[in-house]
């Protein structure tokens, strides 16, 4: 299994970004899937998770700012996030389950400036 995360970078307070994740190695169109972040010094946290049938779930500091969304043919998971604040700064990083086992990807940093 693999998740490879892709699309962070530097963006101003009020700005926008889209993160990705591409899966491969999993039967990504049944699997829920799910964003975290980790922001210096502190540790890694629940942002928002889909399910196989696209239920959606967000932490409540981003509900309203941030959308979780899925491509099956892609095998590609997104976070598209909006209305970005200096708090959002952190790694973040795609995990999924797979047979009891947790993976994660190796993590995009996202620097939101003010």
């Known amino acids: 299994v693999q998740l490879q995360a892709s699309g962070g970078g530097l963006v101003q307070a009020g700005g926008s970004l889209r993160l990705s994740c591409k899966a491969s190695?999993?039967?990504?169109?049944?699997?829920?899937m799910a964003w975290y972040r980790q922001a210096p010094g502190k540790e890694r946290k629940f942002v928002a998770t889909?399910?196989?049938?696209?239920?959606?779930n967000y932490v409540e500091s981003v509900k309203d700012r941030f959308t979780i969304s899925r491509d099956n043919v892609r095998s590609t998971l997104y976070l598209e996030m909006n209305s970005a604040k200096p708090e959002d700064t952190a790694v973040y990083y795609c995990?999924?389950?797979?047979?009891?086992?947790?993976?994660w990807g190796q993590g995009t940093q996202v620097t939101v400036s003010s």
């Open positions: 889909i399910t196989s049938g696209g239920s959606t």
């Open positions: 995990n999924t389950d797979l047979r009891g086992r947790t993976y």
């Open positions: 190695g999993i039967n990504f169109s049944i699997n829920r």
